[in-house]
């Protein structure tokens, strides 16, 4: 593994902060993205070339930081105050993605980071949410298992007491993706995740957009395409921080449960003649054990 040839993107928010809007969570902002950020950068200083912060600040978004006067946002003045000597080496670059999206997973915010570094001398991209105690370490043992056994995607294993089925693949909450594949076999993440316009109803919700799962979208596509397709999960379980407060917790339970409705739309989108069943049946037979 070169030095230098691994990207990380976090995609972030605070909902509605900014001018004439919320007020900041100073707090929240050291405990849940300072001190991961941290963590992560010091861990992988090794290999990291660069990890590229994509904010939400479309206009109009309810879950976007408002845009100041010096154009940044809450979350992007404060992370240039954490972070100066990082910013100024370009160790981290931050992004203001203004075409977001309804879903707070955008996969805009990742295909902006995408087109940013399509060009450079990347090998691996790590998609990841500071929740998630992923660190250097973890990384360089998910490359490891890539380059043993020619994977296209390395998923980290999250808790899952309930063997819910979207926890059994892969997911953006903490991703490694070869890079090359990610763009040959599917030009990054579809825009379809980011809100298509249709609802469906899901129990003790209501009516939720169809929208997310741009993970599940990626790999089916990718396993579509690609003949020589395999993906694998580290076996040890990272832990989740799921203390989740006000619209951070409605979103997550939100997300949980719409997940695997439309995992389901996608696989019937990507493979019409099979049912969510056999699709499934399919992407553990390209799945490499550890």
């Known amino acids: 593994m070169k030095p230098n040839n691994i990207n990380v993107v976090v995609r972030l928010f605070q909902a509605g902060v900014g001018e004439n809007g919320n007020i900041f969570d100073l707090n929240l902002y050291k ?14 200083k090794n ?17 976007a930081e408002h845009i100041g006067a010096d154009n940044k946002t809450p979350t992007g003045r404060a992370i240039e105050e954490s972070f100066p000597k990082e910013i100024k080496s370009g160790k981290i670059v931050i992004h203001y993605c203004f075409k977001w999206g309804n879903n707070a997973g955008s996969a805009t915010a990742i295909n902006d980071i995408i087109n940013i570094i399509e060009e450079c001398n990347c090998k691996y991209l790590v998609i990841w949410s500071p929740e998630f105690d992923l660190d250097g370490e973890k990384i360089k043992k998910g490359i490891d298992f890539a380059e043993k056994n020619d994977l296209s995607i390395v998923g980290y294993k999250r808790p899952n007491p309930t063997n819910l089925t979207q926890y059994m693949v892969p997911q953006n909450t903490g991703a490694l993706y070869l890079f090359s594949d990610l763009i040959r076999y599917t030009e990054g993440f579809s825009p379809r995740c980011n809100g298509t316009g249709m609802k469906i109803l899901i129990e003790g919700l209501g009516e939720v957009a169809v929208a997310g799962a741009d993970h599940f979208h990626t790999l089916l596509t990718s396993m579509k395409n690609n003949p020589n397709f395999k993906w694998g999960m ?18 997550q ?9 439309v995992m389901k739309i996608w696989a019937k989108e990507i493979y019409p003649d099979k049912s969510f069943k056999d699709v499934m049946k399919l992407v553990f037979s390209c799945e490499i054990k550890e």
């Open 31 to 44: 405990e849940k993205v300072e001190t991961p950020l941290e963590k992560m950068l010091s861990s992988g």
């Open 47 to 63: 290999f990291i070339g660069a990890m590229y912060i994509s904010i939400n600040a479309e206009a109009g978004n309810t879950l």
């Open 234 to 251: 580290l076996e040890k379980e990272v832990n989740l921080d799921k203390d989740f407060k006000g619209e951070r917790l409605l979103l």
């Open 253 to 261: 339970v939100r997300r949980e449960s719409r997940q695997l409705a």
